[in-house]
């Protein structure tokens, strides 16, 4: 018998098996490193949120806030300032308003940045991130007339399970 030149197909099917081993393989770490970068911008888009909160908390401003309320240096906005993109704007005036939008959510859709509709611990998805500012009893602070002496931002990362938090410095 004579032997032919070429692969069997034994060879053929082991070749074509190590391939989509491989590339498997490529995906999932593509995949992985993906949702690391996703988690790594929402952690500053967190970060650059606080610092802006921060600041209004030590500066307040000039004029009248959103609402008619007026800006008081020693207290963070309630959830009366904070409720639309344009109040948002307002009252953190240099927030680059691209940190209030999670990752892969377009600059057409609603804002990422919400408010907390009560003191309870609120259940963020990975698109959102939600400001619960606090009176000094525990209660929501909603009102400009309130006075809101912390407060609680949370957020949720794609990597890590429970939800994540970051709280004011001036409790």
């Not at 690391?36 to 929402?42: F, H, I, L, P, Y």
């Not at 209004?56 to 609402?67: F, N, Q």
């Not at 929501?140 to 002496?149: I, K, P, V």
Request: proline share 6%.
């Amino acid at each position: 018998m004579e032997r032919r030149a070429g692969f069997t197909l034994i060879e053929l099917l082991v070749t074509i098996s190590i391939i989509a081993i491989l590339l498997t393989l490529t995906v999932v770490n593509l995949r992985g490193n993906q949702a690391s970068a996703r988690d790594e911008k929402r952690k500053t888009d967190i970060s650059v949120i606080a610092q802006q909160l921060e600041a209004y908390y030590t500066s307040g401003s000039t004029g009248t806030a959103p609402g008619g309320g007026a800006y008081t240096p020693g207290e963070y906005p309630p959830t009366a300032f904070t409720n639309t993109e344009a109040f948002v704007k307002a009252t953190l005036r240099d927030i680059d308003v691209k940190v209030l939008r999670a990752p892969d959510v377009s600059e057409a859709s609603a804002m990422s940045f919400a408010v907390a509709p009560s003191a309870a611990a609120p259940t963020p998805t990975a698109s959102q991130y939600i400001y619960q500012p606090l009176k000094a009893d525990g209660s929501l602070c909603q009102l400009a007339s309130d006075e809101c002496r912390k407060f609680t931002l949370f957020y949720k990362l794609e990597t890590v399970t429970p939800t994540q938090t970051v709280v004011s410095k001036n409790q």
